[in-house]
């Protein structure tokens, strides 16, 4: 919702890994974290993100969701940001989203059988998929390793540099989205 409100591509750390091809060099490396929950090292990411940013639908901008989760990250490879926004929401809703996550095969949106109004969910097209990767068990040992491998010092260096824009996570989609643009409009 952000990327099309400011005309810019979203590019996801998952989607960028799950888009590898299967004759990629790093494919089965990859693919082994992904489907333990773990991240990706970052000799391997770091390489892709700045392959990616390199692209020129980049240009004008980006949004780069799920990198620089780690101090190690930023070392690697620290892209020019304008400003970063920190979604903050609890752990038990991290859980209950990721889990709950559902892609319709017919049109490819994602859906949230917890969230979503089941009048909302019996208009997909076609039947819904779970990925692998989100369960229970798996997002909450990455939420555990993300707390244990150091987002909070990657929040705290980006505070420093006066970039952070905090937005409350856990309102509807369009009220975040709302809150996220509001912060985005106040920082420049």
Same mark, same amino acid.
């Given at each position: 919702?952000?990327? $099309? =409100?400011l005309g810019v591509p979203h590019i996801t750390m998952g989607g960028l890994f799950r888009s590898l091809p299967k004759e990629h060099p790093q494919y089965l490396e990859v693919h082994k974290y992904?489907?333990?929950g773990d991240f990706v090292p970052v000799e391997i990411s770091?390489?892709?993100?700045?392959?990616?940013?390199?692209q020129e639908d980049c240009a004008k901008g980006f949004i780069l969701d799920g990198?620089?989760?780690?101090?190690?990250?930023? $070392? =690697?490879?620290e892209p020019d940001f304008d400003a970063v926004i920190y979604i903050n929401i609890p752990k038990e809703v991290v859980i209950k989203r990721i889990a709950g996550r559902r892609m319709c095969e017919?049109?490819?949106?994602?859906?949230?059988?917890?969230?979503?109004p089941k009048e909302e969910l019996e208009k997909c097209p076609g039947?819904?998929?779970?990925?692998?990767?989100d369960t229970e068990e798996v997002a909450l040992h990455r939420w555990q390793v993300q707390h244990?491998?150091?987002s909070l010092p990657v929040i705290e260096y980006f505070k420093n540099k006066g970039l952070i824009i905090e937005v409350d996570g856990t309102?509807?989609?369009?009220?975040?989205?709302e809150n996220a643009l509001k912060g985005i409009k106040n920082h420049s």
């Open positions: 919702m952000l990327s $099309e =409100a992904l489907d333990a770091s390489v892709l993100v700045k392959e990616r940013l390199s990198w620089c989760r780690r101090m190690v990250d930023l $070392e =690697a490879y017919a049109d490819g949106k994602v859906y949230n059988i917890y969230t979503l039947p819904l998929t779970r990925r692998e990767d244990i491998e150091g309102p509807s989609p369009d009220e975040v989205l």
